[in-house]
């Protein structure tokens, strides 16, 4: 577990064509719409393909000549929307951390500690100089243990730095009551990314299978030791013992099943054999009372299985992590053998990026929110959050609006889901509260020392949250994050600054467009918090049910009809959408753009839209949705996505949330026999 995992626990997501004689493109017809040469439309008219009806494939119709002229660069792993933004971002504040570098700055400055750690990460020529000799005092370590309570305590000591540690600790606020923090224990410890990676026994799971074991030789050959090919079966065979025990990413969405409060003693009995005390005491948790088990069966599990692999087993085991977790910090042998399995071989990456941009990455996990702030200071403008302000608003609005509008739902659920929704906090941009850095010593020469402190550092400031008020300025993503979340405890929708940019947030568009993007993005995050998982909270962020049975049954029965839709579609060889794992995201899809619809009607406030670039207000807005999802992937790219992660692809993001949308099929004309049609029995509504 890493730390975007532990953010992740604390935070809380093709059609067929067929002929069509309709015109690809259409034109204003509504005579009551006034024409507008004016306004920007924030629509990339290059982009549209209008060969293709959008009747037919609308993904395509919105992004067709992007798709054809666009190559995905060769350091990256699929290129759309979320990367372009990505890239410019990562280019401004390598641009801020240069400027900072380039200056003589005072010691334990922010400058001095941006500047230091990008010549540490620069300087190849010292990382390959000094080969294995920053994890000496880790190998040593290794070698010491002795004894099964030896083991446990130095993976209490590795929590920290969260590697080779089948089971990962972690502080965050108690999903039952989320006035206070509770420490968490999850399943971990894989090399691969998913437990079904082990499980898979197709010919192309088969071949990663070998690929790994080769990495793991050759990491081995880099180190100067002996019988690499043997420390590659220990480790795997380890890793698919732990593997087989682990809940599957379905399992671990159910925020019931994974919350198992219990004393360390009661954890003690339900995993026998293993030394729980020495464990948490070494992870400087041994006072606490209770810990949340997020999967007991697996805990049960691995209790047997440390005891059955030999501590010479384990020992090969934490030593090929400790190379692993620090492999891209290591001279360039390991650096390559590394990148050539999780750059190549598992996304497909035909080169590394440049050493200046990994050191972005780097600094953006050990000093994000510091650079986070110069980037603020620089990048991002003031009223760009004024308008997210009254785009939530009239959002929030819509929402309230289409809860009193269900069918399906009973007056009684109906008053809890609006006393939920008036609860929502709303952040925007930055936080008010910038993260403070003093624990955090960096040094021009010590690049592994520097990450090293910085993850330690990261653990403390987590565990000394135990027994102190929530904090609710927190953030969980930096300003120069290309992205948005909701927080189930804190029942809260976030919006970093780096993501208020097109095609996703157009200061200078037509709300249509604005509307169908980031509107669709606010109603994504709100929604998430009445999604399959969200609705299982209240409005104080608290695990419990506040459902009607009777309402709850029809929510189950719309969900359904959504996992089974999106199960169907089948982007890559004989590897379909797992349609219960991306099914949260996808009420969120559908939810939010349906509640972004109403909102951006509501704008209008009676009037008619304008008709800006041949494109009625309606049609604008469908059009904002789509180009804010084009996107390419590399084949094992996909693959990964589609195994591992719970958002679908970009064109099923489009595909399969308009065909579920009346408001599209009138603004576009769409009949029975269409690609885009679904018939009416079949299409979801939720919220």
């Not at 280019?91 to 230091?116: F, M, N, R, Y």
């Not at 060889?573 to 995201?585: F, R």
């Amino acid at each position: 577990m890493n730390k975007k995992t532990l953010i992740a626990f604390s935070i809380a997501a093709a059609l067929g064509l067929t002929a069509c004689e309709r015109a690809a493109e259409p034109a204003a017809t509504a005579s009551a719409e006034v024409a507008v040469t004016a306004a920007k439309s924030g629509i990339e008219l290059a982009n549209l393909d209008t060969q293709i009806k959008p009747q037919q494939d609308f993904f395509r119709y919105v992004n067709g000549n992007w798709l054809a002229k666009t190559e995905i660069p060769a350091d990256k792993a699929s290129w759309g929307s979320f990367n372009e933004l990505r890239e410019e971002a990562d280019k401004h504040v390598l641009t801020l951390i240069k400027e900072a570098a380039a200056k003589p700055a005072d010691a334990g400055s922010d400058a001095q500690k941006i500047g230091d750690l990008y010549r540490a990460y620069l300087d190849t020529s010292k990382i390959d100089s000094l080969g294995l000799a920053p994890l000496l005092p880790g190998l040593a370590a290794i070698d010491n243990l002795k004894s099964a309570t030896d083991l446990a305590t130095l993976w209490g000591t590795l929590q920290a730095e969260r590697y080779g540690t089948p089971v990962s600790l972690f502080v965050s606020q108690d999903q039952k009551n989320s006035d206070q923090y509770i420490v968490g224990a999850s399943q971990s410890g894989l090399g691969l990314p998913d437990r079904d990676y082990y499980l898979k026994t197709d010919e192309k799971s088969e071949k990663i299978k070998q690929q790994y074991q080769w990495m793991i030789a050759k990491f081995w050959e880099l180190a100067g030791w002996e019988n690499g090919s043997a420390a590659a079966a220990t480790v795997f065979e380890v890793e698919a013992k732990l593997a087989e025990a682990q809940w599957s990413r379905v399992q671990n969405r159910d925020r019931n099943a994974t919350y198992n409060k219990m004393t360390l003693a009661e954890l003690a009995t339900l995993a026998p054999g293993f030394d729980w005390q020495a464990f948490t005491s070494a992870a400087k948790l041994g006072a606490v009372s209770d810990v949340v088990v997020r999967q007991p069966t697996y805990f049960t599990a691995f209790a047997s299985i440390s005891q059955q692999v030999t501590l010479a087993q384990w020992q090969t085991y934490l030593k090929f992590h400790l190379l692993r977790n620090h492999a891209s910090l290591l001279s360039s042998g390991f650096d390559q053998a590394s990148f050539d399995f999780y750059g190549r071989v598992l996304s497909g990456l035909q080169e590394q990026k440049p050493r200046e941009e990994r050191a972005v990455e780097a600094i953006n996990t050990a000093l994000g929110f510091m650079v986070g702030k110069m980037y603020v200071e620089n990048y991002f403008k003031p009223q760009a959050k004024e308008r997210m302000d009254q785009l939530i608003k009239n959002l929030r609005v819509a929402f309230e609006q289409a809860i009193n509008e269900l069918e399906w739902m009973s007056a009684e659920t109906k008053v809890a889901a609006q006393e939920k929704l008036k609860k929502f906090n709303t952040k925007i941009g930055y936080p008010d509260v910038w993260r403070n850095y003093d624990c955090l010593t960096i040094s021009a020469d010590d690049l592994i020392g520097n990450m090293q402190r910085s993850s330690q550092c990261e653990y403390q400031r987590m565990v000394d949250k135990l027994g102190k008020p929530v904090d609710r300025s927190e953030w969980g993503m930096t300003p120069q994050t290309v992205n948005a979340y909701y927080s189930s405890t804190m029942n809260e929708i976030v919006f970093p600054a780096a993501i208020l940019q097109p095609p996703f947030f157009n200061v200078d568009a037509d709300d249509a467009v604005n509307y169908g993007a980031i509107g669709g993005v606010i109603g994504h995050e709100i929604t998430h918090g009445f999604d399959d998982q969200g609705r299982r909270s209240d409005g104080d962020g608290n695990l419990r049910d506040w459902w009607s049975p009777a309402d709850g049954e029809q929510f189950q029965q719309r969900a359904q009809l959504m996992v089974d839709q999106y199960s169907a579609f089948n982007p890559i060889d004989d590897l379909k959408l797992q349609g219960a794992l991306g099914l949260g995201e996808n009420i969120a899809d559908l939810g939010g753009l349906t509640v972004a619809y109403r909102a951006y009607q509501s704008s209008l406030q009676g009037k008619p839209a304008p008709v800006i670039d041949g494109f009625t207000g309606e049609k604008r807005f469908f059009i904002g949705w789509a180009q804010v999802w084009r996107v390419k992937f590399r084949d094992e790219a996909l693959r990964q996505q589609v195994i591992t992660g719970p958002h679908s692809p970009g064109m099923y993001r489009v595909q399969g949330v308009l065909s579920n949308m009346p408001e599209f099929y009138q603004a576009y004309d769409v009949k029975p026999g269409d690609g885009m049609h679904r018939p009416d029995d079949v299409r979801v509504k939720i919220w």
